[in-house]
């Protein structure tokens, strides 16, 4: 293995596809994973620990190792917490929160020693959205695990970071945008006024996966045009 080789999972669409033409871009040997995997990427579901597991031998068997990963990927559900159906609610934990450990996991015993991880979180980790139970609650819990993961992982020099999001609009937020309100009500709240772009949370990605970032571990960067200021 030589350079940096790059793991993005959820690669195949939105935030996650901007990170990896970003990646590519900045000379990154980038290999892509989704449940939906296009020609040239690696299907992998996050919630089944064995797909995991082998998507991950599978990238040190065809790559030689890997120093990075990224995973984005995430599903959401919109219902009130008194109507939340319980096996909905497990299916969002499950891929969301359980996914990204199994990622973690599975990253950390074969990621090269100095190697580093981002997830995904969410502006939702730290601010609720009616409706939005199972995904709020798993946002805010892949923060903690972010922390016990750099914990953990920093006697071998692996930084692990998140990222959280404010609204970008993609397929995963595509349908919420139909909704009367929900798009001027976030804008309202957010002084930039604005919704961000899949490009500029691949560009923080980017750098939290540089040497630039060397110092970096155990953060949650908020990037939501200052949405987590009101
Ligand atoms: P997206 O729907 O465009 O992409 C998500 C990808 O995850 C898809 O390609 C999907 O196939 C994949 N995926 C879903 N379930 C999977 C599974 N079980 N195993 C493997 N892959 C799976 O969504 P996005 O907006 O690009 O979101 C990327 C990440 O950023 C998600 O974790 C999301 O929660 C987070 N996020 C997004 C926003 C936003 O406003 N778009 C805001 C905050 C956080």
């Not at 909704?179 to 001027?184: E, F, T």
């Not at 040497?211 to 155990?218: K, L, M, Q, R």
């Amino acid at each position: 293995m030589s350079g940096l080789t790059t793991v993005v999972i959820g690669g195949a669409s939105g935030i996650g596809e901007a990170t990896a033409a970003a990646l590519e871009a900045a000379g990154h040997t980038v290999v892509v994973a989704d449940l939906n995997a296009p020609d040239g990427a690696i299907t992998v579901d996050v919630a089944d620990e064995d797909s995991v597991a082998a998507l991950f031998d599978r990238v040190l068997a065809e790559q030689g190792g890997f120093t990075g990963v990224v995973n984005c990927a995430g599903v959401s559900t919109l219902a009130p917490v008194v109507e939340h159906d319980a096996a909905e609610f497990r299916r969002v934990i499950d891929v969301n929160l359980t996914g990204a450990f199994l990622v973690v996991k599975h990253a950390g015993q074969r990621i090269a020693d100095g190697g580093a991880i981002v997830s995904l979180s969410s502006l939702n980790a730290r601010q609720p959205g009616t409706g939005m139970v199972a995904y709020c609650s798993a946002k805010a819990g892949m923060v903690m695990l972010t922390e016990v993961a750099a914990l953990e992982l920093g006697g071998r020099g692996i930084r692990v970071n998140a990222v959280s999001p404010g609204l970008v609009v993609t397929p995963l937020t595509a349908p919420a945008m139909d909704i009367p309100g929900v798009r001027d009500g976030y804008l309202e709240n957010t002084p930039l006024g604005r919704s961000g772009e899949p490009s500029e949370i691949a560009a923080l990605i980017r750098f939290l996966l540089s040497d630039d970032a060397a110092w970096i571990t155990g953060e949650n960067i908020d990037i939501n045009g200052g949405a987590h200021l009101q």
